[in-house]
Structure formats: C-alpha cells, structure tokens
C-alpha cells in the first residue's frame, strides 16, 4: 500500500516527491523526475490518464497510452515508485467531489475546455492525498494548471510544496509535449515558429512596445508559419494570471495554436517594465 | 502551530479526533466530544463560524458567537485543543477553491440555502487537512452534512474517518440545536411536535404503510402543531440519499419546518420493510 510505503519514509525523515504524468513520458518529464531526485530523498511518479480532464472524448481516446514504455523510461532515472492506480481507484462507485478553482481556471486553456481544469484539480488532489508527499513538481509549460495546483494546495492547506520547472525544449526551441508525436514532418517543421513568436513578442513587450502591437505581430507571424489558428494569445499577470494590457508587474506570455489539428501550448516570461525616473527629490537629514 | 502538535501525537501513535464545530456549543457536541474521547487519545475541537456555508446574510448576522463560553464549556471534557482559526488563516487573500459533492448535496437542505453544502465542504476539508486529525465526529442531525462529509473523505482519499453519533434530544425529543435559542416559550413548547410526527410516520412505513399516506399524515400534525410551513419532509436511502417511494433499503426521514421565524430540521431511521413470504419452495437433496 502506498500510504504505507510512505510512511515508513516519512518515520525515516525522508522527504517524498511526487511528479504527477499522464503517462507518455518524454524528456520534460524526466527533467521533473531529476529535480526531484534533487529536492528529496524519495520519488513517486504517478501515471494516471484522467477521463475527467479531457473534455472531449476523441481527444481521450487520441492521448498515447504507453506503461510498458513509460517505465521502461523511467529506469535509472531515480524514480523508486511508479504509481498507476486504475480507474477505480480514482473514482470508486458513487464518486461524486469535485474540487474548482475560480478566476484562475477562467480563460485561457479554461476557455477551450469546460470542466478540464476542476478534472485536472479533483485527480491531482486526491493524488497529492494518496501519495502523502512533501513537495510535487509540475512543468511550466502548462503554466496555467501549475498556478491552479499552487492555489488549490495553499486553499486546502495540503501540506505540499508545489514547484515548477523550466519548460523543456527541443534545440529548435519548440516545447517537449506528448502531442508533438502527432504532428507530420512538415508541420513539426513548423512548429518551433510558436516559441519564437512568444520569443520576439516578449522582448518587444519588455523594450517597452505596446503590448496589442507586439501581440497582433506574434499572431501574425504564427498563423503565416502554418498555424491553423490561434485559440489565445495573452499577456497574464505571473502570479494570479489577471489579464493585463501593460507589462506593469511580472508576467507571462500564454498562447494556444492549432497546427497539423493538434493543439500546442506555450508560454514565456516577460519582465515587469522597469518604471521610467520622473524626477529626483533631494533630502537632507532630518533636524 | 496546529499541525507540529498533531505531527508529535501521531509520533507517539496517538490516535486524533476532530469534532468540527461552529460554536454556541450544546450537549449535542459535547456527546461529541465524549465521543472523540472514547475512540481516540487526542480531541481537537474546532470552532469556526463559516460565512461560505451561510447563504443568507441575515441569517450569519443572527448566528450566535460565545466564544468564551464554549470555552469554559469544553472544560473536563476531554478536549485537548480549541482550535479557533480567524478568517484570514481559513480564506486568505486571492482564496479561490471550493470543494463540492453532486447528488448528495442536491435537495434537502441544499435546496433552500445554495452553495450551503459547498461552503461546508470545502471548511471540512480544510479542517481535515489542517488537523491531520485520524477520525472525525459529526451528529447524524445533520444527516445530509454527514453523508456529503463521509464521501468527499472517500473521494478525495483524506486519510480521516468520518463517524456519525447518534443525535442528542431534549426529554421531550427536541433534538438539540443552538436554534432552539431563539425560540419563544410557546414555540418551544410546540417543537418536539417534529419528533414526533416523524416517529410516527417511520413506524407507519415500518408497519407497511404507503410512505405518502405517512408523509401527508405527518405534514398535517406538524402544521397543526404550530409550524409555518414545510421546507421539506421526505424518505431518502439511508446510503447515498436516493430518494425512496418505498422502504426498499435501510431509510431516513428527514425534514426541515419552520416555527417562530426559525428554521428546525431532524430525522430519524426508518428500517428497510421485510419482504412478505411469496410462497414455499420444497427441494429435496440433489441426486
């Protein structure tokens, strides 16, 4: 049992980790595995292909089912648990709770599939309950689900540090992603123009370019790279992602595009604009 | 801190109990408590007026707050810990989470105060996450609050069990309610009339009366007792709430009436019908 695995750890003061995947595992996720491997003495990695985040059924039934694969991968990477309970573990006859996390899950991927964030919360709560660990690592590149999962961890009080890590890229800039599989050789071509759209647009933002103008470019240039369409494009605050027209404070350029009809995902930082010297005041010491 | 001291009785295999409560203490939580007492070594009780379960403003404003005398209540009663968290510390800043429970929280009472149930389950688990206690005690008066608590503990895997005590009465069979308060003599004098309607009407289905033969007789006597009027008053499964024409299964009766401008509610068991005997089957040994 898990719980009890677990404990013995924690009697023993080791610190646990949990990196929750949807199986499919690629360098991205190896990449959360070494981190942590890094932050604690014992890793759990949990594969679970959640029904309840897949808001249409064809797109559940396309996601790449490969256990035997995925722990294969995991070999020598310094996971000690792979973790895969089946569906009625997750959600035993009468499941009926669902845990939400509002503003946060609004727009953005939220926008483009109902009720995929609250499946996403509901599972990644109950594994964050069922493997008991101190500290759990999710990628940046689904930024806006790493900010609903710090949210719902410090809102339930669950006694779990939710980190995230770098986006891993291949050399060519584009994010790993289970969907990059999916796409033909001249779309995965294509593909990479994502990133550097985000790319150009970030620092255009951060020179201090208006931010619609630096956007309508972005847009521009990924639909003229042989993007299908663009779901959104957005500039978000980095902490509670509320929308901004300025780069006022910390923030994160988010875009969803279709390419080759798979839907990738991205994301950059961009850096609060440092405030303009309206003038100098002189002091003197105080008498 | 809450959670060190409970992380210190736990490495002591010290079993924890939680008797979560919302104040204006009664004998009702202190058969709780005593409770907690007899199943574990350590009791936590929790006060928290939570404005997420109050639908009604007014009815929050109304809410009794005698925090002193729940204090000096508690004392001798085997309670270990107080635990009174302001509101700041239960929904702080940019707090955007909320637990619910389909189904079960349909009807009843879910269906006069919206957005009630969730509010409670979503206090319930942060109580749960934030005690770590082992086991939990809730009255069975709150019939519906205890089966929507005992699943989200399932469904999202809480390491906490969740118990029902049986609910405590006045002589007369008025169960026990911090309402009861704000009663007028009179009003208090026509109350246990609830009760009583219900027995009567458990032991009517019981006997094999037409459960809506049984509810109209009940409804009748309880309006002509005194109350305004009927929020609801109706046979539910016993399990998950489903609601019954007939007591197929092990049952509730529960309602929910007005008297004097207050709300009461109650329930009581109805036990599941015993089949009739159909006929006789003779077999002989098999050959």
């Given at each position: 049992m898990l719980r009890e695995t677990v404990r013995g750890w924690h009697a023993q003061g080791q610190r646990v980790a949990v990196v929750p995947t949807m199986g499919a595992l690629h360098g991205g996720h190896l990449s959360l595995v070494h981190e942590a491997r890094a932050r604690a003495s014992r890793v759990i990695v949990t594969l679970f292909v959640n029904p309840k985040q897949f808001n249409n059924p064809a797109d559940l039934a396309a996601y790449p089912r490969t256990e035997q694969a995925d722990a294969a991968r995991l070999q020598?990477?310094?996971?000690?648990i792979l973790y895969v309970p089946d569906g009625d573990t997750m959600y035993p006859p009468g499941f009926a709770t669902s845990v939400s996390v509002e503003g946060l899950s609004d727009g953005l991927c939220g926008a483009a599939r109902p009720g995929h964030f609250t499946g996403m919360a509901t599972v990644v709560t109950k594994l964050f309950t069922q493997t008991a660990a101190d500290i759990a690592l999710f990628g940046e590149k689904d930024f806006q689900q790493l900010r609903i999962v710090q949210r719902l961890a410090r809102d339930l009080d669950l006694p779990i540090d939710v980190i995230g890590c770098t986006t891993v890229r291949e050399p060519d800039g584009l994010a790993l992603s289970?969907?990059?599989?999916?796409?033909?050789p001249t779309a995965r071509q294509q593909a990479p123009a994502l990133y550097a759209a985000l790319q150009t647009a970030a620092a255009a933002i951060e020179r201090g370019e208006a931010v619609q103008v630096a956007l309508n470019a972005a847009a521009s240039t990924i639909l003229a790279?042989?993007?299908?369409?663009?779901?959104y494009l957005e500039l978000r605050a980095?902490?509670?992602?509320a929308p901004l027209a300025?780069?006022?404070?910390p923030a994160r350029l988010l875009v969803a595009a279709w390419l080759n009809g798979v839907r990738l995902i991205d994301n950059v930082p961009v850096h609060a604009e440092s405030p303009n010297l309206d003038g100098v005041i002189s002091m003197t010491s105080p008498t």
């Open positions: 020598g990477q310094g996971a000690d289970s969907r990059n599989a999916r796409l033909s790279s042989g993007y299908d369409s663009i779901d980095a902490d509670d992602l300025a780069a006022t404070r």
